[in-house]
C-alpha cells in the first residue's frame, strides 16, 4: 500500500532510512547518521546489537521488526471526529527475543510525546515509517519488559496494493472506520505491525457523545463522563495487527447466540435503512448457518465470539476479515456498480477466521493461503445453496479464461507487490484447492484442510509448509500439481482440472444451470475485484 493524499503522504521505503529526525522536547531536528549509537549513560555502544527495523519480509521490508515478541497492546486513544484528531497512550508488553540496546515500531505520522521503558524515560528516533526507542538500559534476551508510548496527531490512511482506494484509519462523516491490508495499525498506534508477532489487545476508546464504538472482541464496559464516552474493548485471542479495528459511528447494535451459543454482535450503521437494511440484516441473520457448514469442512469455529460492522460509508469498497468481527462494505448489498452478493462476501470473510486470522501467513507473498480457501468456501456455500458444485464452478472458471489472459500470467505463490490481492490470489487460489481435493481425494482433502487450521492455530504459515502438509497427509507427492498451480505463470492443461479418480478421457458436461451460475460468479468476483476488494 502507498499512503494517500490526507496531508502525511509517503511511499514505500525500499531500505532503512539513513538519515533521521530526532524529536525532541523543543521541536524537531535533523539528526546526525550517528546520534542513535552514540556513546553514553542513555544510548548505544557503538558495535552494541539493536533490533532490526524490519522483521525480513521480502514484499515490505520495513515492515515488522527484530528483537522482541509482544503479548499484548494496551490502547486507550481518545478520537475527534470533529477535527480528526487522536490522543493515544500506547502500553505494550513485549518479551526480548535477543540483547539489544534499542528496538522499533512502525510508525506513521502521529507525535511522539513520551516514552518509557519499564518505567523509565526513554530517548527515540524517528524516520517516516521507524520509531527506534533507546531504553536507559539493554534489554536482555528472554527478559519482559513494558513500553508506553503517549503520541497524538493525525492518523494515517494508505491505499491498497494496485487499486488508489482509501484504507487505514479513515475519517467518515458520521465518525471513522478503521480497516486495511497489509498497512493500518501504523497510522494509528506505534506496533509490530506484521501477522508474525500476533498479540492480544484492549481498546479503551473515549469518543465526544453520542457517537459509539465497535472493535473486536467483547464489549466490557461503557463510561460516561462530562460529554464523552469511553469504550472498552477486550480480544484477548491472539490478532494480527492489520485485523485490530475501532469503528466509530452510530450504530445499530443486535446480539445474540448461534445455534451452537456462539455470541454474536452485529453493528450495523443506523443511518443505513429501508431496503439496503433489509438485505444486510438478512445475511446477518445467516452467519450462524454460515459458520455451521464452514465448521464442517474446517473444523471448529476458532473464535469465541463472532459479528460484522457496517458503517454508511460511501467511499468503502472493500471488506476486512478483522478478527471475530469484519468490517464490510455496505455497497455488497447496494447495486452501485459492485455486483451485489452480500450472503457470499460475508461466506469469505468468516472463512477468513480460519485462514488469514487464526492461521495467518507468514510472509505476504502467501497471501493466496488467506484467499484461496477464502474464495473455495464460496464454492462450499454455492454447493449448500443448490447452485453448483465446486469442481463444476473450477471447471466453468477454467473453460472461461482463454490462455492468453493476463489472469494466467501471475506466479501465485510470488504475485508481486501489485498483484498481491488481485483475480489470480483469489480465484486461481482456490482452483488450486480443487486442483488438490481432485487429486488426493475429498477425505484426504478435508483432512489436509483441518490439520492446517488446527496445526497452525493461533500462528503463521507458508507455501511450502502447506504443501508439506498436504503430502504427508494423503502420503502422495504432489510436486507436479503445485508446480502447475502455484509456481507457473501460464494456463493449465486441461487435464488440471479432471478429477484423477475418475479415468474419463473426456469431461462430463456441466449442467447449464451450474455453468450459468459459475461464469457469474466469475464475472461478479472480477468486477468486485476491479472496483475494491474482499
Known amino acids: ?50 533490533g532490526a527495523p524490519g522483521i525480513g519480509d521480502e514484499y515490505y521490508p520495513n515492515y515488522g521488526n527484530g528483537g522482541y515478541d509482544v503479548a499484548q497492546y494496551d490502547l486507550d486513544v481518545a478520537y475527534d471526529p470533529a477535527n480528526d484528531h487522536l490522543d493515544g497512550k500506547a502500553t505494550i508488553a513485549a518479551t526480548a527475543t535477543q540483547s539489544v540496546c534499542s528496538f522499533n515500531f512502525d510508525l506513521v505520522g502521529l507525535d511522539i510525546r513520551k516514552i518509557k521503558v519499564d518505567g523509565k524515560k526513554a530517548r527515540w528516533t524517528r524516520d517516516e515509517h521507524e520509531l527506534t526507542v533507546t531504553p536507559k538500559r539493554s534489554l536482555e534476551r528472554g527478559n519482559d519488559f513494558e513500553v508506553v508510548v503517549r503520541y497524538g496527531g493525525l492518523p494515517s490512511e494508505f491505499t491498497i496494493p494496485g487499486l488508489p482506494i482509501r484504507t487505514g484509519f479513515m475519517a467518515t462523516p458520521e465518525g471513522a472506520t478503521v480497516a486495511g491490508q497489509p498497512e493500518v495499525a501504523a497510522g494509528w498506534f506505534p506496533v509490530n505491525d506484521h501477522p508474525l508477532d500476533k498479540a492480544a489487545y484492549d481498546f479503551e ?9 465497535a472493535a473486536n472482541g467483547f464489549l466490557r464496559d461503557v463510561d460516561e463522563h462530562g460529554n464523552r464516552t469511553t469504550w472498552e474493548w477486550e480480544a484477548s485471542e491472539p490478532m494480527a495487527s492489520y485485523l485490530a479495528t475501532i469503528d466509530i459511528g452510530f450504530w445499530d447494535v ?48 476458532p473464535f469465541s465470539t463472532v459479528g460484522a460492522i457496517i458503517p454508511n460509508q460511501d467511499d468503502l469498497r472493500f471488506a476486512l476479515e478483522t478478527q471475530t468481527r469484519p468490517v464490510y462494505s455496505k455497497l455488497f448489498w447496494l447495486d452501485d456498480g459492485v455486483p451485489v452478493n452480500g450472503d457470499g462476501v460475508v461466506v469469505h470473510e468468516l472463512a477468513h477466521q480460519w485462514y488469514g486470522d487464526d492461521v495467518a501467513v507468514a510472509r505476504w507473498k502467501d497471501i493466496w493461503l488467506n484467499e484461496g480457501p477464502a474464495t473455495y468456501a464460496e464454492w462450499l456455500w454455492a454447493e449448500h445453496e443448490g447452485q453448483a458444485t465446486p469442481q463444476e464452478i473450477f471447471e466453468a472458471t477454467y473453460d472461461a479464461i482463454p490462455a492468453d489472459d493476463p489472469f494466467w500470467l501471475v506466479e501465485v505463490a510470488d504475485p508481486g507487490v501489485e498483484n498481491l490481492f488481485d483475480n489470480q490470489s483469489y480465484v486461481r487460489g482456490a482452483m488450486t484447492l480443487q486442483a488438490l481435493r481432485n487429486e488426493v481425494g475429498d477425505g484426504s482433502f478435508f483432512a489436509i484442510m483441518r490439520e492446517w487450521a488446527a496445526s497452525k492455530s493461533g500462528g503463521n504459515g507458508t507455501t511450502e509448509e502447506f504443501m508439506a502438509l498436504a503430502e504427508d497427509v494423503s502420503g502422495q507427492q504432489l510436486d507436479d500439481l503445485f508446480d502447475v ?22 469431461r462430463p458436461t456441466i449442467a447449464q444451470p451450474a455453468r450459468e451460475y459459475a461464469e457469474g460468479w466469475l464475472a461478479d468476483v472480477q468486477e468486485r475485484l476491479r472496483l475494491g476488494r474482499y
Not at 12 to 35: E, F, H, R
Request: hydrophobic share 40%; with cysteine; aromatic share 6%.
Open 1 to 50: 500500500m502507498g499512503k494517500s493524499s490526507r496531508g502525511r503522504g509517503w511511499g514505500l521505503i525500499a531500505g532503512i532510512v539513513a538519515t533521521a529526525l530526532v524529536i525532541v522536547a523543543g521541536g524537531v531536528a535533523q539528526a546526525k547518521p550517528n546520534d542513535r549509537h552514540a556513546k553514553g549513560p542513555h544510548g548505544c555502544v557503538p558495535g552494541e546489537p539493536t
Open 205 to 213: 476508546v473515549t469518543v465526544p457523545q453520542p457517537y459509539e464504538v
Open 254 to 301: 443486535t446480539t445474540g447466540t448461534t445455534a451452537d451459543g456462539l455470541p454474536v454482535y452485529d453493528a450495523v450503521s443506523s443511518n443505513i435503512t429501508g431496503g439496503l437494511r433489509d438485505q444486510i440484516d438478512s445475511s446477518l441473520a445467516r452467519q450462524g448457518e454460515i459458520l455451521g457448514v464452514l465448521s464442517d469442512a474446517f473444523g471448529a469455529y
Open 485 to 506: 498451480w502455484l509456481f507457473t505463470a501460464s494456463k493449465p492443461p486441461p487435464s488440471a482440472v479432471q478429477p484423477s479418480a475418475a479415468g474419463r478421457a473426456v
